[in-house]
């Protein structure tokens, strides 16, 4: 028996792994989505072709992730995962150039490192309206 991709859990994975809210999804998906929708795509086997493009460059999660992630042939790659991310011969190559669990960690801390430059703007940004202000 054939194992069926879940698209819209897949997508539901990888943005709770990175730590994004359904709002915070529907919201670089553009104005006519909401946490709603979001939820409701997330339940759906299949995804639109170009709906599937757009959350892919909104979480920097590439497409095929969300068409080839299936969790039990995940749990078997990282079972057999030794050495620092050094994969076994499983007989099939990882999709990812390196360790998946390291490319993830890398896109949550860019995201970070960006959410905090963005803070700081706005800090000074305040601090320069307040000066502003106080003249």
């Given at each position: 028996?054939?194992?069926?991709?879940?698209?819209?859990?897949?997508?539901?994975?990888?943005?709770?792994?990175?730590?994004?809210?359904?709002?915070?999804?529907?919201?670089?998906?553009?104005?006519?989505?909401?946490?709603?929708?979001?939820?409701?795509?997330?339940?759906?086997?299949?995804?639109?072709?170009?709906?599937?493009?757009?959350?892919?460059?909104?979480?920097k999660?590439?497409?095929?992730?969300?068409?080839?992630?299936?969790?039990e042939?995940?749990?078997n790659?990282?079972?057999?995962?030794f050495?620092?991310?050094?994969?076994?011969?499983?007989?099939?190559t990882?999709t990812?150039n390196?360790?998946?669990?390291?490319k993830?960690?890398?896109?949550?801390?860019?995201?970070?490192?960006?959410?905090?430059?963005?803070?700081?703007?706005?800090?000074?940004?305040?601090?320069?309206?307040?000066?502003?202000?106080?003249?």
């Open positions: 028996m054939e194992q069926k991709i879940h698209q819209g859990r897949n997508v539901k994975r990888f943005r709770e792994m990175l730590g994004i809210k359904q709002e915070a999804l529907a919201l670089d998906l553009g104005e006519e989505w909401n946490q709603k929708k979001i939820s409701l795509l997330e339940q759906k086997d299949v995804i639109d072709e170009n709906l599937l493009k757009a959350i892919s460059q909104a979480l999660i590439p497409v095929e992730a969300f068409r080839n992630f299936d969790e042939q995940a749990i790659i990282i079972s057999n995962t050495d620092n991310g050094a994969f076994l011969n499983t007989g099939h990882s990812f390196v360790n998946p669990i390291e993830m960690v890398q896109l949550h801390e860019d995201k970070i490192a960006l959410y905090e430059r963005m803070l700081k703007e706005k800090d000074e940004m305040m601090e320069r309206l307040e000066k502003l202000i106080n003249r």
